[in-house]
Every structure is written in C-alpha cells, then in structure tokens.
C-alpha cells in the first residue's frame, strides 16, 4: 500500500498535498483499491466552495458509486480534465496523475483534523485488524 509522506490523509480516503495556499486532493491507494476499476469521476465547478469533510465529487466504478469528501475548505481553482476521458488514471496513478482537484485553501487550522503519513498507516491497520 502506497503511502507517500509529506501529504494529509482523511478517515474516508482522501489525501490534500498544501502547497502555500493551494491544495491538491485526491483518494488514497487504499481508496482505488477498494473501488475497483473506476468508469467515471463526476467533479465539481470551478469556482465551487468546498467544505470539510463534506462530498464534493464521486467516482464510479464496477462495485459502486462513492462519494468523495473534502479534507479541507476552499474554493475550486483546477480541475483535473483528464479524468473525464481517462478515469482509470485513479487507479494508475493516484498520487500523481490522478488528482481530483486543486483548492485555494480557505481555512489553514482544518490541517490539525488530518492525519500524517504514519497516523493515516496506523488508521489502515486499525481498519484490517
């Protein structure tokens, strides 16, 4: 399981890398795996303000369709276009070319309510224990 250091990672399977203001999102290599081969992502506007552990995406794949959640607010300045012709990216690349969207942070402090690379390991073993 892929686990990159230097990112935030959510209890749902999302992870943020915050560059000064900005924040790129995506879902975790644990997330791709569980979903299976994924067929769509349906994204948000630009321009859409996010909240908190709130949905703001899903994907779909041959098991279901999954909400995804916000590790954190703010508003929508990039969207990832290549997911509308290539989904699979998600489970090709989820840490690089799979990201969902990129966020003008609004809120630095909603960083304490996410966990590190080391936490987000613990949590997964917690899950499979």
Same mark, same amino acid.
């Given at each position: ?42 994204? +948000?506007?630009?321009?859409?303000? &996010?909240?908190?552990? #709130?949905?703001?995406?899903?994907? $779909?794949?041959?098991?279901?369709? !999954? ?26 690349? +989820?840490?690089?070319?799979?990201? &969902?969207?990129?966020? #003008?942070?609004?809120?630095?402090? $909603?960083?304490?309510?996410?966990? !590190? ?13």
């Amino acid at each position: 399981m892929d686990i990159p250091e230097g990112l935030l990672y959510t209890k749902e399977h999302e992870w943020i890398k915050i560059e000064g203001d900005t924040g790129t999102i995506g879902i975790t290599d644990y997330a791709q795996s569980a979903l299976g081969d994924v067929t769509f992502v349906e994204l +948000p506007q630009m321009g859409d303000e &996010l909240k908190q552990f #709130e949905p703001f995406a899903s994907v $779909e794949s041959v098991k279901a369709v !999954s909400d995804i959640y916000a590790p954190m607010s703010g508003k929508v300045i990039k969207l990832n276009e290549q997911l509308s012709t290539s989904p699979e990216l998600l489970n090709q690349s +989820p840490y690089e070319e799979g990201w &969902l969207v990129v966020i #003008e942070i609004s809120d630095e402090k $909603e960083k304490e309510n996410l966990m !590190s690379a080391a936490e987000y390991k613990q949590y997964l073993e917690g899950l499979s224990a």
